[in-house]
């Protein structure tokens, strides 16, 4: 996917920009012009003040957030897992989510694996479940999260720092196909998230 986006004005690249910089890519996105004006999100949030034709949606910094806990949209359950980089034949290159994954973003490891755990841990999947059934498989939007009072990671709070470790380990082990041990860690997670919302109360 092609990327013209300037995160920080949430608009596409000015036209003279790309003409001046990258005139083959401004060469390529031209012949779609056409096409991308009649988008309805280009319509609905560009087109009044005449953004760029490939000005797109829902870009911003946080896009290319280092670390990002990313789970499925459309799903019957939550399973969410932190992505970060990729390596590639150009470097290494950060992942970006599609429209159908929704994730949160962070530019600290142990802080999206805190998060990773907390959103796994069956509690949290139970609660979820209790007030926003699956309707046609929609369990996972974005906005499911905002009944859930996560505390803020704190690294020098010992419970934060255990469920940011179990996190590390259980993806560590699947990417060596270890199940057997992610299942003792899933139960030893599912207890420490029942401690931490028992503090918050």
């Not at 760029?52 to 946080?62: E, G, R, V």
């Not at 009944?147 to 996190?167: G, T």
Request: proline letters at 4%; aromatic letters at 12%.
């Amino acid at each position: 996917m092609l990327l013209a986006q300037d995160t920080k004005t949430r608009r596409g690249y000015s036209e003279e920009f790309f003409k001046a910089n990258y005139p083959r890519t401004y060469g390529y996105l031209l012949q779609f012009k056409d096409v991308l004006l009649k988008r309805p999100l280009y319509k609905k949030f560009h087109e009044e003040v005449a953004a760029p034709f490939y000005s797109q949606f829902n870009i911003s910094t946080d896009t290319f957030s280092l670390y990002k806990v990313v789970w499925k949209a459309i799903a019957d359950d939550i399973y969410a897992t932190v992505i970060s980089q990729v390596k590639t034949d150009i470097g290494f290159k950060t992942l970006i989510p599609i429209q159908t994954v929704a994730f949160f973003y962070s530019d600290n490891e142990s802080e999206a694996h805190y998060l990773c755990a907390i959103i796994n841990s069956r509690p949290t999947r139970d609660f979820i479940k209790s007030f926003s059934p699956a309707v046609g498989g929609r369990l996972g939007t974005p906005s499911v999260m905002e009944h859930i009072a996560i505390p803020k990671f704190n690294p020098k709070n010992e419970l934060h720092r255990k469920l940011s470790e179990i996190s590390q380990r259980c993806h560590q082990f699947k990417i060596e196909g270890k199940e057997k041990k992610i299942e003792g860690l899933e139960k030893e997670n599912d207890g420490l998230v029942e401690d931490l919302f028992k503090l918050v109360e």
